[in-house]
Structure formats: structure tokens, C-alpha cells
């Protein structure tokens, strides 16, 4: 795929968390290159902005909240395949997962940047919300790994 071709692939060992490569920043706009391992699961999250994904290798399983009074609950999913587009709002809050035994690649572009102070995670085992950090994310994603792992999945 040119796709692939042009951003080449990540050579990171298979159980680490996600990363991201960003390839333009600005206020108005971010687009970024998803890599997400094997098995991996992100906790529920918002980015304030509008956002286009499409993913160009593996899959990625997403799972849509929505809030009630002071938590989240499930209101959807929507999986996508290679070639898959899928449009997010600004207020949307979701999930994403990789089932595959094999890293998943997808091409994010977002309507601004993504270190607005006002963005939101939610803790995956209680979810409580909190407010967004990266490095909080990644340990979040890192201990769901090692649940799963320690559950023989």
C-alpha cells in the first residue's frame, strides 16, 4: 500500500503500548501516525476537536461513550478494517483496541492540537474521569496490557 510505503513501518517490540508519530502540528491542525500493538486497549478518552480516522493496516475496534451524570456509559461501536474512514465530533468520548495478534497502523487527523488542557481520560478500571497526560494514558494502556496478559489473552 502507498500508504504504508511512505511511513514505513515501526519496528517496536509487540508488547509495548501505542505510539505516535507526529507528522504536522499546528493549533488548527494534527495529523499523526497511529501504531497500536497486539491486543492492546486505550481507556476511554476525549480530544475536543473533530477527528477523521482511517486506518491503512490491522484493525481497530472502537467503543463510543457518552456521559451519564458523573460517569460514562456505552453507546456504541464501530470497527475498522483497512481502508476505513470514520468522522469523530468534538464532544465524542471512546475507546480503541487492537484484537489482533499483529500491531495495527491508522492515519489520525485532528481539527487542532491535542494538548488542550481540557481534555479528558477516564480511569479504565473505575472510570473516573481525569484530567488528559499522555504518560497517563500510556501507563493506563501498559496496565491493561498486563491484565489481559495475566489472564492468558
Known amino acids: 500500500m502507498a500508504v504504508e510505503a511512505s511511513l514505513g513501518r515501526e519496528r517496536r517490540r509487540q508488547n509495548e503500548p501505542s505510539s505516535y508519530l507526529f507528522l504536522y502540528q499546528s493549533a488548527s491542525l494534527t495529523i499523526l501516525n ?11 478518552h476525549n480530544h475536543l476537536t473533530w477527528a ?11 467503543i463510543f461513550y457518552r456521559r ?5 456509559i456505552e453507546r456504541g461501536r464501530q470497527d475498522l478494517a483497512p481502508r476505513d474512514v470514520m468522522v469523530l ?3 465524542t468520548i471512546h475507546s480503541i483496541s487492537n484484537p489482533l495478534p499483529h500491531r495495527s497502523y491508522a492515519l489520525h487527523v ?3 492540537a491535542l494538548d488542550n488542557p481540557a481534555r479528558s481520560l477516564w480511569n479504565p478500571f ?5 484530567p488528559f497526560h499522555l ?3 500510556l501507563k493506563y494502556e501498559r496496565e491493561m496490557m498486563e491484565r489481559t496478559a495475566g489472564k492468558g489473552g
Open 135 to 137: 504518560l497517563t494514558l
Open 110 to 112: 485532528y481539527g487542532g
Open 34 to 44: 497511529a501504531v497500536i500493538p497486539p491486543r492492546l486497549q486505550s481507556p476511554p
Open 89 to 91: 465530533d468534538t464532544d
Open 126 to 130: 473505575t472510570l473516573e474521569e481525569e
Open 52 to 62: 477523521v480516522i482511517g486506518l491503512y493496516s490491522g484493525r481497530e475496534d472502537n
Open 68 to 72: 451519564d451524570g458523573d460517569r460514562i
